[in-house]
């Protein structure tokens, strides 16, 4: 992708593109189309982590970048576990599945505007880091609370497309929504104890 006369946020806005689709189709509750979902989320997920890549090689970073990126994330994130729920809904004929995607969707949509905010918040802070400062420096964990919750972070975002993946192949992909609508208050949860 380096090398083709691409932008960083064109790579964003592709990984938009495949995420939205990809989310469509577990809308339709049919396990062929999951699979296929499943796929576009695993593109959708490759672009994302290359178009903060791509940027810092071509030197295109940028703040905009960024909240795009951050954007892109959290409508597929939220229109994935919408879609999923809504398509476990129309399957199994039972509402409570939708419901358990929305509050996933909820949380991820709670996470965002907490970033927002917080981005805000060191935007006035003349002694705060850029965004392009803070990605390309090490975090750190203070202690085993901080190490935990920054375990938590990394293992449930970095690998997720691939559980989704397997977790479609074998048509249980379903198991994930009690789990996100858990899960999704706890990241928000532990974002804002990380953020402090």
Known sequence: IYHLPISPNQVTALSMVAGIVGAWCFSLGIPRWEIMGALLLVACYTLDNCDG?????????????????????????????????????????????????????????????????????????????????????????????????????????????????GLSVFETTWVLLPLAAIGAQLYWMTDLLRKR
Not at 73 to 98: H, K, M, P, R
Not at 105 to 117: K, P, Q, R, S, V
Not at 122 to 147: F, G, I
């Open 53 to 165: 890549e791509i940027a810092r090689l071509k030197g295109l970073s940028s703040e905009w970048g960024a909240h795009f990126d951050d954007l892109v994330d959290w409508l597929v994130d939220s229109a994935f576990f919408i879609g999923l729920g809504y398509g476990t809904w129309q399957a199994a004929n039972e509402i409570y599945w939708f419901w358990f995607g929305l509050a996933a969707a909820t949380g991820a949509t709670i996470d965002y505007i907490i970033d927002l905010i917080m981005h805000a918040r060191a935007k006035k802070n003349p002694k705060s880091k850029s965004r392009e400062k803070q990605a390309t420096e090490a975090r750190k964990p203070k202690d085993l609370t901080d190490r935990l919750i920054h375990i938590f972070h990394k293992l449930s975002r970095a690998d997720f497309c691939f559980i989704v993946f």
